[in-house]
């Protein structure tokens, strides 16, 4: 496939270098019928440019879903940045792409994403105002993963009222797959609300924290798919829902919040006939989206709070589609996004005409 036939459905893709420190990135705007395209900034050693051009175009796709079905006024981007995070990284290559990102003028705006921090972003503000999920120390929000653990509660709520008629998770057992940033935070919040957990990580010192704060269980990483519980909570990898793991989950419900969990779109009709509900990834991991919109406007941590735990009702919207419409919760949480920017998206165009 050429390249603009691959970035036929997407508003711009911008390539920039600075050869003097190395920077190699793609920035893909997917859409900004909502508001500016937000989305973070990848730093990844990428196998080859094709692939760093296939994910940035996923990625910010995916943006401009998760911020729509959340209700944010944002459109969806994202940038990778090519190389390896650990050698590469460099005042110069930081503000050579800030610069890039000031010349869209604010139809992309940056933030952290995985191979990058919130001290990255602080290089890229003195090139650009365009860029948000800076340390608290610079006026920022901070790390975004206690909301993104806040949401997921708010998420699994959502899920417990549908499955047992109430939204309290005391003495439901839940089963979290990696426990880094989100899934220790998540953890301490379930302990808290009197749940059980199980937990798996390729890091042992990771499990070890969860067993002694939090009475986790720990099994090993395969097992983790196996294990008895009521909700299956991802919160490491991508595509990790395919059709040989579906098969062996023991699992009522899978809400957590790692990005892309269905290996493929089928993937969510095999969940459903195996009668395990399925909570959107890209609905129950918005909080740290929502997060870093409230930090746009001046940040808030009550009204980032409030914010984030619409996601409950949110979910439960997604839920309501899928049984009106007969569809999955995946398809659902798709229309639902798809829906409000056709809606909104094109009320902002008629404005933009009418004011022309
Ligand atoms: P993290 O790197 O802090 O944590 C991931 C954890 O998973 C680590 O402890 C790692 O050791 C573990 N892990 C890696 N491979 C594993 C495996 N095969 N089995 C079990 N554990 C494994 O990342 P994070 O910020 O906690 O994010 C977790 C997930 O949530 C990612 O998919 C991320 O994209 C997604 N997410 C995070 C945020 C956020 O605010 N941090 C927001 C939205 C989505």
Redesign the pocket.
């Known amino acids: 496939m050429g390249v603009f036939e691959a970035i036929a459905s997407h508003e711009q893709v911008v390539f920039g270098v600075d050869p003097a420190s190395g920077l190699r990135t793609i920035i893909a705007i997917h859409s900004t019928a909502l508001g500016p395209a937000l989305g973070g900034t990848r730093f990844h050693p990428y196998d080859s440019e094709e692939a760093a051009l296939d994910d940035v175009l996923r990625l910010s796709e995916g943006m401009t879903l998760k911020s729509a079905a959340a209700g944010l006024d944002l459109g969806g981007g994202k940038a990778v940045i090519i190389g390896d995070p650990r050698t590469m990284k460099s005042e110069r290559l930081f503000r050579a792409y800030g610069r890039l990102v000031d010349s869209l003028g604010g139809r992309y705006i940056t933030a952290e994403?995985?191979g990058t921090t919130t001290e990255d972003m602080v290089l890229i503000a003195r090139e650009t105002p365009f860029v948000t999920g800076l340390p608290l120390a610079h006026g920022g929000s901070g790390?975004?993963?206690?909301?993104?653990?806040r949401g997921v509660v708010a998420a699994q709520q959502a899920v417990a009222e549908r499955l047992w008629g109430t939204r309290d998770l005391g003495g439901k057992t839940v089963a979290i797959?990696?426990?880094?940033?989100?899934?220790?935070?998540l953890a301490e919040r379930l302990h808290a609300l009197g749940a059980e957990l199980i937990v798996?990580?390729?890091?042992p010192a990771?499990t070890r924290r969860a067993a002694n704060r939090f009475g986790a269980k720990v099994v090993d990483?395969d097992e983790?798919y196996e294990v008895e519980c009521d909700i299956f909570a991802?919160?490491?990898?991508?595509g990790?829902l395919d059709e040989s793991t579906i098969p062996r989950l023991r699992a009522q419900a899978v809400c957590?919040?790692?990005?892309?969990q269905l290996a493929t779109d089928e993937d969510a009709e095999r969940l459903e006939g195996r009668g395990i509900l399925y909570a959107p990834?890209f609905v129950v991991?918005?909080?740290?989206?929502i997060?870093i919109a409230v930090e746009m406007e001046g940040y808030s941590e009550a009204r980032a709070a409030a914010m984030v735990d619409r996601i409950y009702e949110n979910l439960r919207r997604v839920f309501t589609i899928a049984d009106e419409e007969r569809i999955n919760p995946h398809e659902a949480a798709v229309r639902l996004a798809r829906r409000r920017i056709d809606e909104i998206g094109t009320l902002r165009l008629r404005q933009r005409r009418d004011r022309a």
Do not use: E, H, W, Y
């Not at 797959?177 to 935070?185: A, E, S």
């Not at 991991?285 to 989206?289: D, L, R």
């Open positions: 994403d995985v790390d975004p993963s206690p909301a993104t653990a797959q990696g426990v880094g940033k989100v899934g220790t935070n798996a990580d390729v890091d990771a990483l983790i991802p919160c490491a990898l991508g990790i957590g919040s790692a990005n892309n990834d991991n918005a909080g740290g989206v997060n």
